[in-house]
């Protein structure tokens, strides 16, 4: 269990910052930011839509429509993002990832964090 991460480039099965930045500037990914709306508040990635986790089924439509759009989904450390991803496939998303690390993972790269 402990060498999956490692065989998956040590990424956890997510995103670099450095690899969500260029979906986002490639292939017009969606940031999606599943904390808490006090979470969200204090720092975000920048750019990214907030869609908290506790409401995440019901305002995902809403917020990204079309469904064939990659997303990034992120939280605090990464572990809530793997949640959403799998609510967000149930939904009919079919390109979803998550980033590795998360907002910490966003930060520690050096990346814009915007603050509501």
């Known amino acids: 269990m402990l060498l999956v991460p490692l065989i998956k480039g040590g990424t956890g099965g ?11 500037n ?15 508040a204090r720092g975000h990635a920048a750019g990214a839509r907030h869609v ?4 995440f089924e019901a305002q995902l ?3 990204v429509k079309n469904k064939a759009l990659p997303l990034v989904l992120l939280c605090a450390s ?16 079919a390109n979803v990832q998550t980033l590795a690390g998360g907002l ?12 509501a």
């Open 61 to 63: 439509g809403t917020s």
């Open 104 to 115: 910490k993972a966003w930060r520690d790269a050096n990346l814009p964090v915007e603050k």
């Open 52 to 55: 908290p986790l506790d409401a």
């Open 14 to 24: 997510g995103l670099t910052p450095a690899q969500a930045v260029q979906l986002v």
């Open 78 to 93: 990464g572990s809530r993002a793997h949640r959403a991803a799998a609510m967000a496939r149930k939904l009919g998303y």
């Open 26 to 40: 490639r292939e017009k990914a969606v940031l999606i930011d599943v904390c808490s709306r006090e979470e969200y």
